[in-house]
Nanobody
Framework: QVQLVESGGGLVQAGGSLRLSCAAS????????MAWFRQAPGKERVFVAA????????SYADSVKGRFAISRDNAKNTVYLQMNGLKPEDTAVYYC??????????????WGQGTQVTVAS
């Protein structure tokens, strides 16, 4: 059974930083791409960043390029999202997913429960 557990969310002032973590179990971690998506209140879940199984390739939404960085530690079965220069519009529930490469929800077949990020102005 595949399980993903996110952590690291919280309340931060605009301009601040947070690092999200997602610990995975139940499948060969390095064999799958990992991604972060987010869902703001009243809006659809949208792509934030993705990283390939070996960590060589990354992809970012335009809205977070230059501010967020995705990385993974395959020895720890964990993917990270370093978020710098946070803005109020980054406020959302952040979800990690595992699956094949892509920026669509359909590319990922397992999801975590989400972690809340709130950025105060």
């Amino acid at each position: 059974q595949v399980q993903l557990v996110e952590s690291g969310g919280g309340l931060v002032q605009a301009g601040g930083s947070l690092r999200l973590s997602c610990a995975a179990s139940g499948r060969t971690f390095s064999g799958y791409a990992m991604a972060w998506f987010r869902q703001a209140p009243g809006k659809e879940r949208v792509f934030v960043a993705a990283i390939s199984g070996g960590g060589r390739y990354t992809s970012y939404a335009d809205s977070v390029k230059g501010r967020f960085a995705i990385s993974r530690d395959n020895a720890k079965n964990t993917v990270y999202l370093q978020m710098n220069g946070l803005k109020p519009e980054d406020t959302a529930v952040y979800y990690c997913g595992t699956g094949s490469w892509g920026n669509s929800e359909r590319s990922y077949d397992y999801w975590g429960q989400g972690t809340q990020v709130t950025v105060a102005s």
